[in-house]
Structures are given as structure tokens and as C-alpha cells.
């Protein structure tokens, strides 16, 4: 079976950001979707707690939700895709009846948002701009791109 790909889109706010979720602590924060993008980033630090993982592990729960509905609505449309071919297989044939049913009903996917509210900080190590939580600005933040502090 081929891979299938779904497309989700992310919006970004005003000023070219997105918001991200770090899968340790559970925070938000901003990157520009030039950053988020960027291929020379292999890892993304946390400006919170500091820990890294892969980008593909920061996406907000909402995106993830969004994703699984796309992809349960994928599959929905292959059931009855496949009900109706079947129907047509046995049309005409005597004594087999095969009637595809009611249309699958399809799960509506969410208006994903931007409603995050966060401070920005330039971080002058990597030329690197974040959005942040206000507090945190104050007291510190790791640099999502090299980890320093
Ligand atoms: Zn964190
Ligand atoms: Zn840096």
C-alpha cells in the first residue's frame, strides 16, 4: 500500500509565528515558520525546560487532533468507496443483492487558530527569534536552536 499524505494547515499569527508545544513540559511557544522549517535544525530546544527533540514532536495537541480526524475521514471514504464497487460487482446477477449503504458520515475538522499571546525575544547566539511567556522572558530562556542559555 502506498503512503498516504494528508496536509494539514497550521495558521500562523500576525507576525509569521506558530505556535509549538513541547512535549516534556506541555508549554507553548513561538517559532517563525521559516525557522520551524528550516532544514538545518534537526532539533528544537525548548526555551522553557530546555530539553530537545525533533520539530515533528512539537505540534500542539490541536494540530494532532486534527490530524487523526483527517485521517480517520480517509479512511471512512475508502469503506464506502469500497461498498460501492462492490455493489456494482454484483449488479445484474441474479440472486445476490449487495446494496451499499447509508453514506459514511464524515467527522468535521476543527478551524485550528492562532489565539497564544507570548512576548518576543531575540536571541542574539543564533540570529534566532522566539515568542515566549512573558514571565519566562524576564527569568531566562534556552535558545530553541542551540540550547543555551
Ligand atoms: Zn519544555
Ligand atoms: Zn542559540
Do not use: W
Request: charged content about 30%; some cysteine; hydrophobic content about 35%.
Amino acid at each position: 500500500m502506498n503512503n498516504v499524505f494528508f496536509k494539514i494547515t497550521v495558521p500562523s499569527d500576525n507576525d509569521g509565528f506558530i505556535t509549538i508545544q513541547c512535549p516534556f513540559c506541555n508549554d507553548r511557544f513561538k517559532l517563525t515558520v521559516e525557522d520551524f522549517k528550516r532544514e538545518d535544525i534537526i532539533e528544537i530546544f525548548c526555551p522553557y525546560c530546555g530539553l530537545r527533540d525533533e520539530p515533528s514532536h512539537f505540534y500542539t495537541d490541536e494540530i494532532v487532533e486534527q490530524a487523526q480526524v483527517v485521517a480517520r475521514n480517509y479512511t471512512k471514504s475508502l469503506l464506502s468507496q469500497s461498498s460501492k464497487d462492490l455493489e456494482k460487482t454484483f449488479k445484474g446477477k441474479k440472486h445476490i443483492s449487495f446494496k451499499a449503504g447509508k453514506p459514511i458520515k464524515m467527522e468535521s475538522e476543527k478551524i485550528l487558530f492562532e489565539h497564544e499571546e507570548l512576548e518576543v525575544t531575540n536571541l542574539d547566539c543564533c540570529q534566532f527569534i522566539v515568542k515566549t511567556r512573558a514571565l519566562s522572558k524576564e527569568i531566562g530562556i534556552y535558545c530553541p536552536c542551540c540550547g543555551v542559555r
